[in-house]
């Protein structure tokens, strides 16, 4: 049996039925999916690296369909957002604003006995959501059972002080811990456990955060494959995050200095990726969903 190893050392068997799955999810048709499995399994070792499979499938999709290319590097666009963790907390507070919720990212609130800040505050009909986010800039790196220890405490102290606030006694509170790689068995567990609302990259099985983003399109601008990583930079210090955003503003483009010639090839893909109706026009390998 071939054993890969994964980024954080585990070495565990390939299965090729779980890179066809990911395939299909990023919306692959089935003739790139069989070249992309044949191409990999007649170069498989014993020992392989995660990484080298991921990137042999990525640059054959971004050959054949840019849009199947960026919705299958999703997670590593968001890896390369960091290295801090600030723009993951604007980019959970715009997908939670998408979604149909009111938030606030980065804000100061009292507790009974401290004052605490809260990475995102959500608010939905009747319910008000503290989350908390929890980045790594390196794949296969999780979030242990300290961190929702350590949220539940600071959410247990400022809920005690916020549902007693004017407007509030009605209504319900509930803590949320996002992460954009994955949890260990016992942060899931005892998270679950607690009541708090635990999100990762692929838990819970539905709903997860990449469900999230898939669902409305809300690709970062780092899936842009003809953007350099310094230009996304400048772009995310204009506080656009999402290639929706930069579909919306693109004169952001030429004020960071990018060149006009690669401006309209930057804008195309952006709305390629973001499924815009005008570049879709009904293509049903383009509107396939996971």
Same mark, same amino acid.
């Given at each position: 049996?071939?054993?890969?190893t994964?980024? $954080?050392? =585990?070495?565990?068997p390939?299965?090729v039925?779980?890179?066809?799955d990911?395939?299909?999810?990023?919306?692959?048709?089935?003739?790139?999916i069989?070249?992309?499995?044949?191409?990999?399994?007649?170069?498989?070792?014993?020992?392989?690296?995660?990484?080298?499979?991921?990137e042999?499938?990525?640059?054959?999709?971004?050959?054949s $369909?840019?849009? $199947?290319?960026?919705?299958?590097?999703i997670?590593?666009? @968001?890896?390369?957002?960091?290295?801090?963790?600030?723009?993951? =907390?604007?980019?959970?507070?715009?997908?939670?604003h998408?979604?149909?919720?009111?938030?606030?990212?980065?804000v100061?609130?009292?507790?009974?006995?401290?004052?605490?800040?809260?990475?995102?505050?959500?608010?939905?009909?009747?319910?008000?959501?503290?989350?908390?986010?929890?980045?790594?800039?390196?794949?296969?790196?999780?979030?242990?059972?300290?961190?929702?220890?350590?949220?539940?405490?600071?959410?247990?102290?400022v809920?005690?002080?916020w549902?007693?606030l004017?407007?509030?006694?009605?209504?319900?509170h509930?803590g949320w811990?996002?992460?954009?790689?994955?949890?260990?068995?016992?942060?899931?567990k005892?998270?679950?456990?607690?009541?708090l609302?635990?999100?990762?990259?692929?838990?819970?099985?539905?709903?997860?955060?990449?469900?999230f983003?898939?669902?409305?399109?809300?690709?970062?601008?780092?899936?842009?494959?003809?953007?350099?990583?310094?230009?996304?930079?400048?772009?995310?210090? =204009?506080?656009?995050?999402?290639?929706? =955003?930069? @579909?919306?503003?693109?004169?952001?483009?030429?004020?960071?200095?990018?060149?006009k010639?690669?401006i309209?090839?930057?804008?195309?893909?952006?709305? @390629? @990726?973001?499924?815009?109706?005008?570049?879709?026009?009904?293509?049903?390998?383009?509107?396939?969903?996971n």
């Amino acid at each position: 049996m071939i054993h890969v190893t994964k980024a $954080s050392g =585990e070495r565990v068997p390939f299965k090729v039925d779980k890179l066809e799955d990911s395939l299909k999810r990023a919306g692959a048709n089935e003739d790139i999916i069989n070249h992309i499995t044949f191409t990999i399994k007649d170069m498989m070792y014993d020992g392989i690296s995660t990484q080298l499979v991921y990137e042999t499938a990525f640059q054959i999709l971004k050959r054949s $369909s840019k849009l $199947s290319a960026a919705r299958y590097s999703i997670k590593k666009a @968001i890896l390369n957002m960091g290295p801090s963790g600030y723009p993951f =907390e604007k980019f959970i507070g715009r997908i939670l604003h998408f979604h149909g919720f009111k938030t606030e990212v980065g804000v100061r609130l009292e507790g009974k006995c401290v004052t605490h800040e809260i990475d995102v505050i959500a608010e939905k009909d009747d319910a008000f959501y503290l989350v908390e986010c929890k980045f790594h800039n390196q794949m296969g790196k999780k979030s242990d059972v300290k961190t929702p220890l350590y949220i539940q405490s600071r959410y247990l102290d400022v809920v005690e002080h916020w549902s007693k606030l004017p407007g509030h006694e009605n209504k319900k509170h509930q803590g949320w811990i996002v992460t954009n790689t994955r949890f260990t068995d016992d942060a899931q567990k005892y998270g679950t456990c607690i009541g708090l609302r635990m999100l990762s990259w692929d838990y819970p099985r539905k709903n997860n955060l990449r469900h999230f983003i898939d669902r409305a399109a809300l690709h970062p601008i780092t899936c842009l494959t003809n953007l350099k990583q310094a230009e996304v930079s400048r772009i995310m210090d =204009e506080d656009i995050l999402l290639c929706r =955003e930069l @579909i919306q503003y693109p004169d952001i483009l030429q004020k960071v200095g990018v060149p006009k010639r690669r401006i309209k090839d930057i804008i195309s893909e952006a709305e @390629i @990726i973001s499924h815009t109706p005008r570049f879709l026009n009904g293509d049903p390998e383009e509107n396939q969903s996971n």
